[in-house]
């Protein structure tokens, strides 16, 4: 069983509205990571970070912004929600080594709807 | 372009029955292949991890195979349960950065029927 946890599950909000997704993590992973899934789509990086104070935007451009204070603690930041940002947003996890070939745990997952 | 395509899309089997999943991938240079299994509204759930000197890999009803020459991998069901229908996604991680990038595949959507 991952310890890794996102809250909330599931959110609606308006829009204009900022939300801050949580992700956390007890496994002291330095590497952690942001991903957004539409239905029946991959998964696209958003934001990683290799450690405290440590982040990077990914693959896929993303106005939702994150900050890396605590090794725990990875929360993502929109700070004004827009229907377009209605998605799956799901937060990993895992070591740092260099030859990669590391577990990489998932949390369940935020269900964000943006009305 | 580094990519992950998987087949066939979706999958419906009945019960008991075995099935395979296929991924084909371009990544390069090459450093592990996983298989996850994704639960509707949940996030993914590791299967097997393998690198490039396996070739197969079980995980209790499931085993993966991989060919690293040709680029290929599997994934075996054996005697499929209800608790099976899932989405099963292929992912590849290179080895160019210590990031390890991963790669995904759109995943194989399976049915278990009774």
């Known amino acids: 069983e991952a310890d890794i946890y996102q809250t909330p599950r599931y959110l609606v909000i308006g829009t204009g509205k900022k939300i801050t997704l949580e992700c956390s993590q007890t496994?002291?992973?330095?590497?952690m990571y942001w991903y957004q899934q539409d239905p029946g789509m991959e998964l696209h990086l958003i934001h990683y970070s290799y450690g405290v104070n440590s982040t990077e935007k990914g693959d896929l451009s993303s106005e939702s912004t994150v900050s890396r204070i605590r090794t725990e603690h990875f929360p993502l930041t929109l700070e004004s929600a827009r229907p377009s940002h209605t998605s799956q947003y799901l937060c990993?996890?895992?070591?740092?080594?260099?030859?990669?070939?590391?577990?990489?745990?998932f949390g369940q997952g935020t269900r964000l709807t943006v009305v | 372009k580094n990519q992950v395509e998987q087949s066939p899309q979706s999958l419906i089997i009945l019960e008991g029955k075995n099935c395979t999943l296929q991924?084909?991938?371009?990544?390069?240079?090459?450093?592990?292949l996983r298989w996850y299994k994704q639960d509707t509204g949940r996030g993914p759930v590791s299967l097997t991890i393998m690198t490039f000197s396996e070739n197969t890999k079980s995980n209790g009803r499931y085993t993966a195979t991989l060919d690293a020459d040709t680029k290929q991998s599997s994934l075996h069901i054996t005697a499929s349960q209800l608790s099976d229908s899932a989405s099963y996604i292929c992912v590849v991680s290179d080895r160019g950065s210590t990031l390890g990038r991963l790669y995904f595949g759109r995943g194989t959507q399976l049915t278990v029927w009774p």
């Open positions: 990993a996890s895992s070591e740092l080594r260099a030859d990669s070939n590391t577990e990489a745990f």
């Open positions: 496994m002291g992973h330095d590497k």
């Open positions: 991924c084909n991938y371009t990544v390069s240079p090459f450093s592990n």
